[in-house]
C-alpha cells in the first residue's frame, strides 16, 4: 500500500542555519510530491511542490530534492528564520489523492 | 480575497448531538475536501467533492455526509458524534485536479465528549 514517512518527528536548529527536513514514499508510481508549513493553531500552507521527472526544484530560501531511486524526499530551508518554526509535511499523490506523512516539527533556537 | 473559510473554529458535542461545519472558498475553485487530523498525525481525506453535485468519499468517510449544492460551499454534517470524531477538521479547495495546490482553511477543533 501506499505511505508517507518522516524520518524526524522533531528537528532543532539554530536561527541562521539551513534546514533539511526528510521524508520517504513508498509508491514508486507516486508522480507528485508537495511539502506544506502549518503554524501552531492554523491551516497547512502550501510551500513548494515536484513532479517525478524533476529531481530538484527551487523556491524562495527553499529547495525540494527528489531522488526516485531510494523512494526519498527533502525539504531544504536556507537561512532559518524563526518564521519558519512550524511543522512541516510532506505529501505524495498517489492513484489520485493525496497521501499525508505525520510532519515534523521545526524548532529554531537563536 | 479571503480564501477558504472555516466556521466554527471550535466546538464541543456531546455524544449523539449532530453538527453541520460550514466550508466557503471565494476561489472559484471546483475541488474541495474534508480532512481530519488527529494529534501528531497526517491528514485523512474523509470526503471530496469534483464540482458542484458531485461528492465522493475519501479514506474515512464513516461517521459524515457533505452536500455541494454550490461551487462555493461544502459543508460537513456529523449527524451522530462519537469520541472518535475528536479531532481537528480542515477544509481545502484547488483549483487543479488531483488535490494537487491545496489552499486549506483554518480548521474546526471538534471535542465530542
Known amino acids: 500500500g501506499e505511505s508517507v514517512g518522516l524520518h524526524l518527528p522533531t528537528l532543532s536548529v539554530q536561527e541562521g542555519d539551513n534546514s533539511i527536513i526528510n521524508c520517504a514514499y513508498s509508491n514508486s508510481a507516486s508522480d507528485y510530491f508537495i511539502w506544506y508549513k502549518q503554524e501552531s493553531g492554523k491551516g497547512p500552507q502550501f510551500i513548494i511542490d515536484?513532479?517525478?521527472?524533476?529531481d530538484k526544484r527551487q523556491g524562495q530560501r527553499v529547495t525540494v530534492l527528489l531522488n526516485k531511486t531510494v523512494k526519498h524526499l527533502s525539504l531544504q530551508i536556507a537561512a532559518t528564520q524563526p518564521g519558519d518554526s512550524a511543522v512541516y509535511f510532506c505529501a505524495e499523490k498517489g492513484t489520485d489523492k493525496l497521501i499525508f506523512g505525520t510532519g515534523t516539527r521545526l524548532q529554531v533556537f537563536p | 480575497n479571503a480564501g477558504v473559510t472555516q466556521t466554527p473554529k471550535f466546538r464541543i458535542l456531546k455524544i449523539g448531538q449532530s453538527m453541520t461545519l460550514q466550508c466557503t472558498q471565494d476561489m472559484n475553485h471546483n475541488y474541495m475536501y474534508w480532512y481530519r487530523q488527529d494529534p501528531g498525525m497526517g491528514l485523512k481525506l474523509i470526503y471530496y467533492?469534483?464540482?458542484?453535485?458531485?461528492?465522493d468519499k475519501g479514506e474515512v468517510p464513516n461517521g459524515y455526509n457533505v452536500s455541494r449544492s454550490t461551487t462555493e460551499d461544502f459543508p460537513l454534517r456529523l449527524e451522530l458524534a462519537a469520541p472518535s470524531q475528536t479531532s481537528v477538521y480542515f477544509c481545502?479547495?484547488?483549483?487543479?485536479?488531483?488535490?494537487?495546490?491545496?489552499?486549506f482553511g483554518s480548521g474546526t477543533q471538534l471535542s465530542v465528549l
Open positions: 467533492s469534483v464540482g458542484a453535485g458531485i461528492t
Open positions: 481545502a479547495s484547488s483549483y487543479l485536479q488531483g488535490n494537487e495546490k491545496l489552499f
Open positions: 515536484i513532479r517525478s521527472n524533476m
